[in-house]
């Protein structure tokens, strides 16, 4: 059983269009983050979110944590070809437990057509 | 250095060979992880240094793994005996301090076990 189960698996768009893609869990977390991966990279933290119902935003990115701290979304406005990637959330603090260790979702695949 | 570093960045071995991944985290870091990505999933827990000890080695799948941190910086995993399961990108992280909003990671060591 997956712990973050992520929405869609694979997502393919063209250039300009809206996408917006889930992180789901029937646990808390402390903290979630949103990474994203390119093939022969390792993950590249975007962003943090702390506090149930945040929303930040990072330029054309738009994350929301969840009012209970169990899921999150990511939003991107236009999408482009530079957008392509692996989406990987991760959970920090399962059930209150350590902060340390992050809990990663099996990703979304993003591609973004020219 | 600039970012965390990992050697090699392939590594092709016959099975039960005994092979060890270097990792040189971001200099002045005290946490370092140890992360496997196998293909089509998220990255997941090894093992976690604070400092030169392992304050969290629960994610090491057998005791052929093992890994160290002897001066509290380069960390090197070591894999014994190993078998075609063992396959995977063994992916290195750093962070400054205890709560976790962010690790770094390396690009990974992709090793094939022939």
């Known amino acids: 059983t997956q712990l973050l189960e992520q929405s869609p698996q694979f997502l393919s768009i063209q250039e300009g269009e809206n996408l917006t893609v889930y992180c789901n869990s029937s646990?808390?977390?402390?903290?979630l983050q949103w990474y994203r991966q390119e093939p022969g990279e390792g993950p590249v933290l975007l962003v943090t979110?702390?506090?149930?119902?945040e929303v930040k935003k990072l330029k054309r990115l738009t994350f929301q944590f969840g009012d209970a701290r169990k899921d999150s979304s990511l939003h991107i406005t236009a999408a482009q070809p530079g957008d392509t990637g692996l989406y990987l959330c991760?959970?920090?603090?399962?059930?209150?437990?350590?902060?340390?260790?992050?809990?990663f979702g099996k990703g979304t695949l993003l591609t973004v057509n020219p | 250095g600039a970012g965390v570093s990992q050697t090699p960045s392939n590594k092709v071995t016959e099975k039960g060979k005994y092979v060890e991944l270097r990792c040189d985290p971001i200099?002045?870091?005290?946490?370092l992880y140890w992360y496997r990505q196998s293909l089509g999933q998220g990255p997941e827990f090894l093992i976690y240094?604070?400092?030169?000890?392992?304050?969290?080695d629960s994610g090491l799948p057998n005791d052929r793994f093992f890994a160290v941190r002897p001066e509290g910086s380069v960390s090197t995993l070591k894999i014994q005996r190993t078998e075609r399961g063992d396959s995977a990108v063994y992916l290195c992280?750093?962070?400054?301090?205890?709560?976790?909003?962010?690790?770094?990671f390396g690009s990974g060591t992709r090793l094939t076990v022939v």
């Open positions: 992280a750093s962070s400054s301090g205890r709560s976790n909003y962010g690790y770094t």
């Open positions: 646990s808390v977390f402390s903290s």
């Open positions: 979110v702390v506090t149930g119902g």
């Open positions: 991760a959970g920090a603090g399962y059930s209150g437990g350590s902060n340390y260790k992050l809990t």
């Open positions: 200099s002045g870091h005290t946490a």
């Open positions: 240094f604070q400092g030169t000890g392992a304050a969290d």
